[in-house]
């Protein structure tokens, strides 16, 4: 299949996208090929989401022009887009939890009557035919609240695909979903292809891409770096585009030994609302000076571990111990003190308060330290403040500055930041580096380094392998809440780790229900 | 938007920030305007005499604005302070007529000082209930301090089974005389009233910039949850903003019976909104995060003015109230203005930076 193979249905032409505080795309050309599998890669932040969003409809560019079929289009609104015949399937799950799976397929395209009242029947025997072709073993009726995250991923793949779009746009679908799923998707995929619709593919997990991507394209800090056939590149290639080096910038181990057990989780177990446990049974132990990786995938239960541990569910048991001595306090502001901290995976939600300064987020969680009597010391803060943002190297002109207007990185660094200013012995990082460019990264996995070498103990969570394998000192590897895997750098693989993660997954028996009382 | 030239893009980003440096300053601008306005419509309007009473007008509005806008800017609202300032007028006129009788022979009288104290702490408790409604049970806060407001009104018609307690002078042999420097008493030529609402507003004022508390009702307000996860105590940030928000209200049920030497269990009624109005009309975001001591103070004033300037301009009152509401309706359209243009002033400027 040459080029010419495939006809271009759709043309975004120096397309840029400005959100307060960062270009998230700049002067984009991107063309979308009929029957084919346009994929689109790049590092975490670097744009992918956004382009997909303004081919979507849910945001609008900035400047540039959008073709489709040749003529130049304006979405105003997502739904705009699906009656051009553009579906996505997006990112963060846009499911409503509170209803059920036929009635989320057809949310806003609801089957009715002639008297305008909604065919429940026909909507679940409609929505049926769907869900058989993914093989997921999920019922119509069923509600998606009640569905594992991989479960609600596929009924968002359902819903896309029974639009019976022309151009459906998969935002990482595989993200949440097991070997055993992804091949069922990857057959849906073939299907489509076959009828003609244009697949933008977007995903982190290379060796799927090249396996089923027809054209590829690189996009790189908003820029768009390279754009090929995929028969004529190679993973070295992709790497290549993606980072502008051959290899990420991974901090190098500097070889200091770890020290005593500064951290200890025992028997950690959360009670998930539906039934059953978010977080089941997980013990485990870190020392100081170590960087434990915790592997996962998404709805693994890492998040929760790090909340339980945080003491943010009341509900949450098992116990954790400090340098050897147990923590009763359960609140979060006691453990804080004793030498917890946490950088939260999703930072707009829980990480920071976007609409205060850069300096009152960093010394948010520290402010007894500059309080004297009860009047908190502007020069001590700002002296913290100022100190912190050198260490971090945090991009910023003022502190005053509203923190919303920085980049995703240098929003990161400040969370961290945050973190650090509590002084703490044990830091939990769920995922610190999503949603960031690669320069930033490369300074937060350099500062995980030094942290460790200044002994404190790291315990970090990610759902990407490259990362897990190069920064930790050992690997735990998690699936459906419990700990799966616990490896030594020198002994683990990819192979190992992968297949401990998808313990217990494919189809789940639905009786299961362990609550463990 | 998309296909406006980058020249003409450039041009309006610097009209626009002139316009933002305006719009930021809206509520000085309105206090200034009515000022103008009023000196010149209306006679006497500038005397001194007119001047000092509708500070004091101001102040008790003032007060209640203040506890509101810590409650806004943790992201609630407080419907119960104008039934807190009646119950505590209630309260301070019932400790001055007849004390608290013992049951055994003996009856309490305190003296005025102390029956300011309790009346604040009664204050303080309503605004704890509220707290451990909203912080503990989980009630929204919007219908926790709305049945508090049915409550302490009831409360306040039934300790006088709807009557006045009138003529609150005290009795010398009881040490119970003086009540009424509050509301009549003067230092240095001022009202007592407006000497403490300058003590509040300072301490409240100072408290928000420069106290842990201050910064974690900001905390709380702009994102809840990441303020929880930095070890902010979210439910004692919120039992603090509603027990001030109470405290506030009671010192004003003290100053209106003071004032008048009575108390009437009906006073108070719709101050709430006032409040809320004053609040909102000083730049407080009803979302949360977002507010200041001081500009609160201003949009009392200029509430305050408004209304007081048209009773002398003899405005009927009706008309008032339309005026009065539509005054709030731009003041919030203007700050919904200023925010998006704001965002755009911010958008074209990096733009232009690179």
Redesign the interface.
Known sequence: MGATGHDVILKLEDVSK????T?AVKRANFEVRKGAVNVLVGENGAGKSTLMKIIAGVE?????RILLDGDEVSFSSSGDAVSRGIGMVFQELNLFGNMSVAENIFATREITNRFRKIDRKAQERRAAEFLERLEAGIRPDMLVEDLRIGQQQLVEIAKAVSLDARILIMDEPTSALSAAEVEILFKVIADLKARGVAIVYISHRLEELIRIGDYITVLRDGRITGQEEMKNVDTQWIVRQMIGSDAKDFAKADGHVAGEEIFRAEAICLPRATGGLAVDHVSLSLRAGEILGIYGLMGAGRSELFDCI?G?HGQATGEIFIAGKKVRER???RR??RGLA?I?EDRQ????????SVA?NLT??S??RF?RL???S?ADERQAVTGMVRELAIKVADPAQEVS?LSGGNQQKVVIG?ALL?GPKVLLMDEPSRGIDVGAKADVFRTMRRLSRDGLGILFATSDLDEVMALSDRIAVMSNGKLTGMFDRAEATEAAIVAASAFGHGPVPHTENKAHD | MTDIPAKAAVSSASRGSVLLTLMKARTFIALIAVLVFFSIAAPNFLSAANLILMSKHVALNAFLAMGMTFVIVTGGIDLSVGSIVGLCGMVAGYLVLNGIDLQIGYTIYFNVFEIALITLLVGILIGAVNGLLITRLNVAPFIATLGVLYVARGLALLSSDGRTFPNLVGKPELGTTGFGFLGAGRLLGLPVSIWILVVVALGAAYLARYTPLGRHIFAVGGNERAARISGVRVNMVKMFVYMFSGFCAAIVGLIISSELMASHPATGESFELNAIAAAVLGGTSMSGGRGTIGGTIVGAFVIGILSDGLVMMGVSSFWQMVIKGLVIIVAVVVDQAQRRLQQRVTLMQMAKAG
Do not use: N
């Open positions: 400005v959100y307060s505080g270009v609008q560019p900035t400047a540039g945080m943010r609140d979060t502001t804080i003190r946490l939260p939600r829980e990480g920071l308060v976007s609409i205060l009152s948010l969680a402010l007894s309080v009860f009047h908190i502007g207007s945050k509590t």
